[in-house]
């Protein structure tokens, strides 16, 4: 079953400079009810982004007007937490393609890879230069280049290359899907439950 | 050069490893829940699949149901869409459900174990991160996401990585008032909640090795907090004595070819680590965490670090987190008054759990100021407390045994902590909000939690209990 395509992209970001940003700040546990993937873009970082009422707060970024774009720019350790896979689905459904953070918990970036979102990991000093170039100009935009692997700040021409299992790459690129390629091995798990 | 544990049990369930590709990996038993499995269902429909291997996958519902009344149908209409979609699709697709009810139902971690199914040298897989429980018996266990949870429903094996092993060594006699769980949080407090990510742990050293079974899942299952996938202890007589007689367990023959196996299960003298860490058990004090992620935790007489104290990038989240928690630079925590207190989760619901809680409130009651909610991990556990006479010495200290799931850990449920509130709490998150929106978690072990109970505020056991009271641990 095919899954959603990525190879390139050039927009502004949105910052959120903060550490350890975990799964339930990212999508609370309260919303985990639905049994569909859709919808949960309405409660990403619901916590954060409305008060008690349900007003939007004005000092998150996902409410300032000046902030918009398809990537997402986090402090360390971003999607620390719980597994659920409703984080992605959630920045994901938002309108997000990539996630950018100098380190990301295993499961969230596991997750997000399965979703069509990308996590980029970037350097400490990468990172700082992003959030500085996107802090003096809230239009800044970034490249991302999948196929060539490697993210870009347009303005000051900084970039940096980045890790992903080649495997994954593929499966982004052409929209592979895991479950088709254990699939097509099949005879070698049935082979491996006789042993 | 000698293999470590992981290794072993890693290369026995590798299904194949073509080169560029990550490892199929073989799981032997997949649990389920209400909350991360819907998805997956609807997935093998659009594919037109079946579950591949239905018995080995094990289901129940946790975390989204009540804690009382439980044989009353659910009052909330999502939750009990949630809970009504499991026992459909498990129906749908030939999947045994240990629903609400049933007399296995409890907490995935927790069933698990008790019920024989989690054994050494085997790979578990769940859409929950607190899946590392399991590896306490020597085995792979680990959370996924939900197309996780679809591709091994689908196919009873997992596109894995290797992750790198970390060795955490822990020796030495601990303090009396000091458990499993004061190790964990001095473990996470000291190497951060990142401090694990991309390895796989195996604990070992003899003050590991000197817990019980359920001190063990203990520290698995916070083995996540601090970005790990999971932990593993090498199996031992104490291992082999918990899963014998169990209901799942191997019988006769079966039996004895299993233990034989699971005596080959360590790692050997010259395995390599990628990395390994040792600790020394007399430096832990009963433990407390102050902010906002697990690693924000100190020893409970020690002071809340000044926000000076970290580098300049990282003040900002410091302060974020400690204002969140309303507390300041520099405060002690010993004293100060709580609301709520939560015994329960994965992380200490279990019987061992609730018997060290009634050894120590047996005879007081509770504080004026604090609601307190003990909830079993399991319908065994609540049934072996009850015939212990262990709900007795709740109820007369001012707080019911009230029915198994997941409930305050998450708040998905209406176990909810009010925002603003303080909870001392046993379970293994203290997030923003995990435990209701704006609440204020503070993570112990179960004593330290049963002492604020009965204090109403932020007590070291050590001072609180005489020495003979103590002699009854």
Known sequence: ????????????????????IDTDQIIPARFLKATTREGFGNNLFRDWRFDENDNPKEDFVLNHPTYSGKILVAGKN??????????????????????????FADIFKGNALNNGL???????????????????????????????????????????????????????????DDIDYILSNKGLVEEFEQK | MGQTLFDKIWDAHVVSNNEGFPDILYIDTHFIHEVTSPQAFDGLRQRGLPVFRPKQTVATADHNVPTWDQHLPIKEELSRYQVDMLTKNCAEFGVELYGLGHPYQGIVHVIGPELGITRPGCTYVCGDSHTSTHGAFGAIAFGIGTSQVEQVLATQCLLQQRPKRMKIEVNGQLQKGVGAKDIILYIISKISAAGGTGYFVEYAGDTIRSLSMEGRMTICNMSIEMGARGGLIAPDQTTIDYVKGREFAPKGEEWDKAVAYWQTLY???????????????????????????????????????????????????????????????????????????????????????????????????????????????????????????????????????????????????????????????????????????????????????????????????????????????
């Open chain 2, 267 to 473: 790692s050997d003298a010259d395995a390599q680590f990628d990395s390994e860490l040792y600790f020394d058990a007399a430096d832990i004090e009963p433990m407390i965490t102050y902010g906002t992620n697990p690693g924000m935790g100190i020893g409970i007489t020690q002071h809340v670090p000044e926000t000076a104290s970290f580098e300049a990038k990282e003040q900002g989240s410091y302060a974020k987190a400690l204002n969140y928690m309303g507390l300041h630079d520099d405060e002690s925590l010993i004293g100060k008054p709580i609301d709520y207190v939560f015994i329960g989760s994965c992380t200490n619901s279990r019987i061992e759990d609730l018997r060290e809680v009634a050894a120590f409130v047996k005879g007081k009651h509770k504080a004026d100021n604090v609601t307190v909610w003990v909830v079993p991990g399991s319908k065994q556990v609540q049934i072996q407390a009850i015939e212990e006479g262990l709900d007795k010495i709740f109820e007369a200290a001012g707080f019911p045994l009230r029915e198994p799931g997941c409930s305050a850990c998450l708040g998905m449920n209406e176990d909810k902590i009010p925002a603003g509130k303080y909870c001392v709490s046993t379970s293994n998150r203290n997030f923003e909000g995990r435990q209701g929106p704006n609440s204020r978690t503070l993570l112990a072990s179960p004593l330290t939690a049963a002492a604020a109970a009965i204090t109403g505020k932020v007590t070291d056991i050590r001072a609180f209990l005489s020495e003979s009271e103590f002699a009854e641990f």
């Open chain 1, 1 to 20: 079953m095919a899954t959603k395509i990525f190879k390139h992209l050039q927009t502004s970001v949105v910052p959120l400079p903060i550490e350890n």
């Open chain 1, 78 to 103: 971003f999607g620390c937490g719980s597994s659920r896979e409703h984080a992605a689905w959630a920045i994901s459904d938002y309108g997000f393609d990539v996630v950018v953070s100098s380190f």
């Open chain 1, 118 to 176: 990308l996590p980029i990991q970037v350097s400490d000093e990468f990172l700082k230069n992003l959030f500085e170039a996107v802090f003096s100009d809230a239009h800044a935009e970034v490249e991302v280049d999948l196929e060539n692997q490697f993210i870009k700040i347009v303005s000051t021409g900084e970039q940096e290359s980045f890790e992903i299992n080649p495997y994954k790459k593929a499966c982004l690129i052409n929209g592979y």
